[in-house]
């Protein structure tokens, strides 16, 4: 159960793999964490089928978070469902805000909240969100049984995505600007091969969304078939994602050129107390998985583990009621 009044060891901002698994070793290592998270198993919960996962030759990405999250819940962390909005450093410490304005405190935070989609930046495309437009193959998929979709990208989640939609549309169209797909698993390139249903169309943009109350079609960049006008059921966007920096910002964290947080080997970042693990950061270069994501958890969770050793003086005046000022 969450108390405000409670002191904790970890505050884990972020529930997806890598979070859960730093609650886990959290634990294990006889501390107190407490996780924050807007939306249960992030990615790897919308992810649709892993095959990936050593130990599941096969299992959906929502069955497999609600292993790691009864994992946690084994070892009794309190999981605060919803978004943390402010991150501040205290003289002996961290405080996080939620939404809703309740504080915690810790002496220490990992922070696992990965990456924000891509949008299109189409006029209508947040409006009609849930009416043609969506950013989740695995969720989505079902209800286009029997009808013609398309796909927006070209790397590995959108020839999983054309892939999962090829099994319920009658046509699946997959829209990428370039001409050849940017390095999918060859795995999944050999499922899009094999289904006959899955049409790419390369060097070619949306430059509209059509319709009046939901999406009806589109407009491409160029013509397809004779036609720059595409009639389409949905439309799913998969063009990547950016990492989520407004907390590391909040907190004074670096940054590389494609803004990951930098942490080093150990998931140490340039804020002292403060770690970072999963797809936000570069741990793990292009290789962003939940394996590495978890990996990388189960790291971040050690160093917390030995930051709390080092400052286990402080620590111990801390919890006798550590100082409420804050620190530039
Ligand atoms: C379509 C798709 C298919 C994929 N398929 C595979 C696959 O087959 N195999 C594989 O290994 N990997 C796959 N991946 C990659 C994998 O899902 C990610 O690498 C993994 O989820 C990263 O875990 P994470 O913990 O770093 O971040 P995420 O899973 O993104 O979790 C981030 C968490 O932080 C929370 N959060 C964000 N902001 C805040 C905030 N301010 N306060 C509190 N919480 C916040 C989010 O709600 C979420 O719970 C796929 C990804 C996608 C998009």
């Not at 096969?58 to 084994?74: N, V, Y």
């Not at 997959?174 to 999918?184: D, L, N």
Request: aromatic share 8%; hydrophobic share 40%; with cysteine.
């Amino acid at each position: 159960m969450a108390d405000q009044n409670t002191h904790y060891d970890v505050l884990i901002i972020g529930q997806g793999a890598s979070s859960y698994s730093a609650a886990m070793y959290v634990a294990r290592y006889q501390m107190k964490p407490i996780i924050f998270g807007a939306i249960f198993g992030g990615e790897t919960a919308t992810g649709g089928v892993i095959e990936n996962y050593p130990g599941y030759p096969e299992i959906d990405g929502f069955e497999l978070m609600l292993k790691f999250r009864e994992q946690a819940e084994k070892y009794n962390v309190p999981i605060v469902d919803g978004n943390i909005v402010k991150a501040a450093k205290l003289v002996d410490g961290f405080e996080v805000t939620t939404e809703e304005g309740e504080t915690y405190r810790g002496a220490s935070i990992i922070l696992g909240v990965g990456r924000e989609r891509r949008t299109l930046g189409l006029d209508h495309e947040t409006e009609w969100m849930g009416r043609g437009v969506s950013y989740c193959a695995t969720c989505d998929a079902p209800i286009h049984r029997g009808n013609t979709v398309a796909v927006v990208g070209g790397g590995d989640s959108a020839v999983k995505g054309a892939v999962l939609l090829g099994k319920y549309a009658k046509r699946v169209y997959i829209i990428y600007r370039q001409g050849s797909f940017t390095r999918p698993e060859p795995i999944n390139l050999a499922q899009l091969d094999a289904s006959s249903n899955v049409e790419p169309i390369f060097n070619t943009q949306i430059v509209e969304l059509l319709g009046d109350d939901g999406l009806t079609g589109v407009v491409l960049s160029q013509e397809h078939n004779g036609s720059s006008k595409l009639t389409l059921d949905g439309v799913f966007i998969e063009i990547g994602a950016d990492p989520r920096v407004d907390l590391p910002n909040q907190l004074g964290l670096d940054l590389n050129d494609v803004n990951e947080v930098i942490v080093d080997k150990a998931g140490t970042t340039n804020i002292e107390g403060v770690f970072a693990a999963g797809d936000l950061t570069d741990a793990s270069g292009d290789l962003k998985q939940t394996i590495t994501a978890s990996a990388q958890g189960a790291i971040a969770a050690t160093s917390a583990y030995a930051y709390a050793s080092e400052h286990a003086n402080s620590y111990e005046t801390q919890a006798m009621g550590y100082s409420l000022v804050e620190v530039d």
